[in-house]
């Protein structure tokens, strides 16, 4: 019985850990509870980047943004969503971008239109480039 309880218990204590772990908002982030609306106001270009805690492409992904997106934070504004957290904004984020894979990141110009989508990983010159572009 104390198996059959360890065997359930252990991935479950696994999964909160790591999912406590990835909801916290990078340096270069703004919380997923700060409205759209407040961003569009910046009048700066955006990403939304989607992902999760379980997933090892989005893994890849952070450590990517991470590395590349310091370079450009003055100009573009990153959201980062973890499609887990349960949060209503977040599922409201889900249905309005139809996310249906992560990692999904979607790339807003200054007037808030949508120019590039990408799902699942990509390379860093990729990103670089997709970013350079955004206006």
Do not use: W
């Amino acid at each position: 019985m104390i198996i059959i309880a360890l065997v359930f218990a252990i991935p479950l204590i696994v999964f909160a850990v790591l999912n406590n772990a990835n909801t916290t908002t990078a340096k270069t982030g703004v919380n997923v509870e700060q409205k759209t609306d407040d961003l569009i106001a910046m009048g700066k270009p955006q990403v939304i980047k989607f992902s999760s805690a379980m997933c090892l492409d989005c893994q890849t992904m952070n450590k990517l943004f991470k590395e590349v997106f310091p370079k450009y934070n003055e100009r573009i504004v990153l959201t980062e969503v973890h499609v887990q957290d349960g949060n209503a904004f977040t599922g409201e984020l889900i249905k309005k971008y139809n996310v249906t894979l992560v990692p999904t990141m979607i790339f807003l110009d200054s007037n808030n239109r949508q120019v590039k989508r990408i799902e699942g990983a990509i390379e860093k010159n990729e990103l670089e480039g997709y970013l350079e572009g955004l206006k």
